[in-house]
């Protein structure tokens, strides 16, 4: 997939003549040779973003001299949507603030949940333990030692129901972090059967769930994980059945995050999102969809690290991307479908248990790259992320942190206020490019599932990732108070960390109350259903909603699957 810098159609304006450029090449010059010392000089050529872009010492004009506003950088909320997805961005309606909820059995989150609602969070985003993401009832020897842990606790429909007790539903925006596909068609099946039966209609539910195959094969892999063309099926169900029954629920978000956290740099984390994005997109059109009939509920997720004008530009060239690859490779007619809306976490990686407090400044300058970037929603990670989910003090200043950026810094009140830096624009157009160059080599392997099942990804991620630890150890990447600046009494701090011990006895009994209570001819029946659907072309999602409603646990429904598709074992390195 090749970037051009136009339509086609008409030779681009730029933004500077070319005599004014050439002045200043040769203005720049002088400069450089007479102004600056020897010392100085030489340091050109050594510094390069952490995605490998070189940082020239200045930048004017003459770095984007091939730049047209009209064409490549354009007006919010039009065409090439780089500089945001609305005219009006924030002045219109303000990011999402949106904090983690995830901590023990789902009475102690619908605690949290509250909690953040009553001080200003607009969205959350629930988290589950290990056991919930891997598929795992709570009472499985399987799940031993990690119920509640980091997340909460889910394992049929009463739990959701306790999780959103005393919470409207129709009105609440909630982020479903499910990590993959095959949950992806349980929880949130769970999260629908529950508005439901509170009389809640589906068109007025509003959310989102992960539900990214990356996820199952590449980052956060078990040792029982579905093959990646299954895997890559029930994403795809996912967001075929949602798009065509709950209207204001984006039934994924390609997640570049967990990507980035696993390791990768940041062309790689959008190039392999909007690839997975390409590919679901096919997928779709094969079953007969119009790419406008599901596009304008895909949303992405990605983090936002440390290197700040890189993830600005990250930010802005991704909607450039997006609106390319939708425009011109799938024909989408509707404006809807071109605008790339994005939710931003900040960059859990980067938060050492070492001298916690800095995790603070930390979090609050990725959180004001995000806003300067444009997101559509945020969560800045607490400061205590080192050692447990977040404690109520923690998630505080985090709620407060987005707040101060929205209200106290002005940053809100025109759109894209760093439009126009030779530095900022120039690094856009070089991650546009870059991006696209990563797409073809992607494709290059047939596409991205095939690129997960040769290995070539787990590669990837596995030699970043080693380069990026070898910078931290041999001081070239600086870590204040880790690597830089560190002091003999540099230590952890005594942080409060969430207990959950009763976790694992409350929902083991609460299962055995279900499974006595339950009917269980009922459950039988739908579970033999979906098992036998397991062997069709059909979308199993209504098949796996039908379970949950029948008080089908999400155990029950993943070992079917492990049974029926088998297990896959990603390729050693």
Not at 69 to 97: C, K, Q, S, W
Request: glycine share 6%.
């Amino acid at each position: 997939m090749a970037y051009r810098k136009d339509d086609g159609n008409k030779e681009p304006v730029c933004l500077f003549s070319e005599e004014h450029v050439r002045l200043i090449k040769d203005q720049y010059k002088d400069w450089f040779d007479k102004s600056l010392r020897e010392e100085d000089r030489q340091t050109e050529g050594k510094y390069f973003t952490h995605s490998g872009i070189p940082v020239k010492l200045a930048y004017t004009p003459a770095d984007i001299e091939n730049v047209s506003y009209i064409e490549d950088i354009g007006f919010p909320g039009h065409a090439p949507y780089l500089r945001g997805v609305y005219p009006n961005m924030y002045r219109g309606r303000l990011f999402t603030v949106r904090q983690l909820a995830g901590l023990g059995a789902p009475e102690d989150c619908n605690e949290r949940v509250c909690y953040l609602l009553d001080h200003g969070a607009t969205g959350v985003n629930i988290l589950f333990d290990m056991p919930t993401i891997r598929g795992y009832n709570s009472d499985d020897p399987e799940a031993e030692g990690n119920v509640g842990a980091c997340g909460a606790a889910v394992d049929s429909v009463w739990d959701m129901d306790a999780f959103f007790k005393d919470i409207d539903l129709g009105t609440v925006s909630t982020s479903i972090v499910t990590h993959l596909p095959s949950t992806s068609l349980v929880i949130p099946g769970m999260y629908f059967a529950v508005a439901e039966k509170r009389g809640t209609p589906l068109s007025k539910v509003a959310g989102t769930c992960q539900n990214d195959f990356i996820m199952e094969t590449c980052v956060g892999s078990g040792y029982e994980i579905l093959p990646p063309s299954v895997s890559f099926r029930m994403q795809c169900d996912t967001v075929e059945w949602i798009c065509k029954n709950v209207p204001r629920f984006n039934p994924i978000s390609f997640n570049g995050y967990n990507l980035r956290e696993a390791g990768t740099d940041a062309v790689a984390e959008v190039a392999i999102g909007i690839s997975n994005a390409i590919a679901t997109a096919e997928e779709l059109i094969k079953r007969g969809m119009k790419f406008d009939d599901f596009a304008p509920r895909m949303s992405f997720f990605w983090d936002l690290h440390n290197d700040f004008f890189e993830e600005i530009a990250k930010c802005r060239a991704s909607r450039k991307v997006w609106y390319k690859v939708a425009k011109e490779r799938f024909g989408a007619q509707n404006a809807k479908s071109m605008l790339m809306r994005f939710h931003v976490q900040t960059a859990g990686v980067t938060l050492p248990a070492t001298e916690p407090l800095n995790n603070i400044a930390r979090s609050a300058i990725q959180g004001l790259a995000a806003v300067l970037g444009g997101c559509q929603s945020l969560h800045i990670d607490s400061f205590d992320e080192a050692y447990s989910a977040p404690t109520e003090e923690a998630a505080l200043v985090s709620l407060r942190t987005q707040q101060i950026i929205q209200t106290e810094t002005g940053v809100c009140s025109t759109v894209d206020p760093l439009a126009g830096s030779y530095y900022v624009e120039y690094l856009t157009d070089q991650m546009v490019q870059r991006i696209f160059d990563y797409i073809s080599k992607i494709e290059g392997l047939g596409g991205l599932v095939q690129a997960v099942e040769s290995g070539w990804l787990h590669r990837e991620i596995v030699s970043y990732n080693n380069k990026y630890q070898e910078k931290i150890e041999n001081g070239q990447m600086k870590i204040v108070g880790v690597n830089y600046m560190k002091t003999d009494n540099s230590k952890t701090a005594p942080i409060q960390v969430f207990e959950y011990p009763e976790t694992y006895s409350r929902q083991k009994a609460k299962l055995e109350r279900l499974r006595k209570e339950r009917n269980d001819r009922n459950v039988e029946e739908a579970l033999s259903i979906l098992r036998q659907k397991c062997h069709t072309t059909e979308n199993l999602y209504p098949y796996c909603l039908d379970a949950v409603r029948n008080l089908a646990t999400l155990g029950e429904i993943e070992e079917l699957f492990r049974e029926e598709f088998g297990l896959w074992s990603f390729p050693l390195l």
